[in-house]
């Protein structure tokens, strides 16, 4: 008897983890939480299965999801330093997507912050951007010619949004827009938690002649609160390589050019 408790508690904490992962990271996989807690992949897929019974993931092929809504009220800096090595390679390949002499907007967010760090060699490049920590790092640049749109100011993003940002778009036009979301679905489109933000995103795509997507793998198959844009708009999609399959090839069959980096 005091063997099979120890078994079961050993179980308990197995999925305890299994959860924290799920919280940190968004998704869990099969094959990565067996290297993790050195069981076998019936042990893992069982933990899945129990835990969705619960109502606390949702069974996908290969692993698991949140069953929240996303949620993005974050604090810059911790948003940051998640997934940091992916949104690195995200910028870097991003960036070479730009020539120079040309205008470029980078929405507000820590991946489209990636690619201005890696455009900092270019002549005669400018940048629009909404995201305060963008401005001020791209700023200290003299070959680069940043502008900063104006209007109400949110700490938690570092970000401009509202009608006074959407008026100064309207009189620009855009070779390209960087545009990093909080969340997407292949088949329902790009997300963001604010409806403010939504708006201001939909104003940004019209206004550029190429529209170009960053974001981490970890953001897929989730939707948040407001729609930015269904996924036709999308010409180029950066991510990393933990995307899930099913994803890639939705996006293939939609004509989305997509990129992923390790």
Not at 12 to 37: H, P, Y
Not at 86 to 110: F, R, Y
Not at 228 to 237: E, F, G, K, N, Y
Request: charged share 25%; aromatic share 6%.
């Amino acid at each position: 008897m005091a063997k099979s408790n120890s078994g079961g508690e050993v179980t308990l904490e197995r999925r305890a983890k299994i959860l924290d992962l799920l919280k940190n990271q968004g998704q869990v996989r099969v094959d990565e939480l067996q290297k993790i807690f050195q069981v076998s992949e019936v042990t893992i897929r069982n933990d899945l299965d129990r835990l969705e019974k619960k109502g606390l993931l949702i069974r996908t092929r290969g692993g698991g999801l949140q069953t929240q809504r996303v949620q993005f009220d974050y604090q810059f800096n911790k948003e940051m330093s998640r997934f940091l090595k992916e949104k690195q390679a995200i910028g870097k390949k991003a960036a070479e997507l730009v020539n120079e002499n040309d205008t470029i907007i980078l929405d507000s967010g820590t991946t489209t912050l990636e690619v201005g760090r890696h455009l900092t060699h270019l002549k005669d490049l400018t940048v629009i951007t909404n995201g305060i920590s963008i401005a001020c790092e791209l700023g200290q640049y003299r070959n680069l010619k940043v502008v900063m749109l104006g209007g109400s100011f949110r700490q938690s993003s570092q970000s401009i949004f509202g009608p006074i940002a959407e008026e100064n778009m309207k009189s620009l036009f855009c070779d390209k827009v960087f545009l990093g979301v909080n969340a997407l679905d292949s088949k329902h489109g790009l997300f963001t938690t604010y409806i403010e933000d939504a708006s201001l995103n939909r104003m940004m795509i019209d206004v550029s002649k190429e529209v170009i997507v960053v974001t981490d793998s970890s953001k897929f198959q989730k939707r948040g609160f407001s729609l930015i844009a269904p996924m036709s708009v999308v010409d180029t999609l950066i991510t990393d390589s933990n995307l899930p399959k099913e994803e890639h090839r939705a996006l293939t069959n939609a004509d989305v050019n997509t990129i992923l980096v390790d």
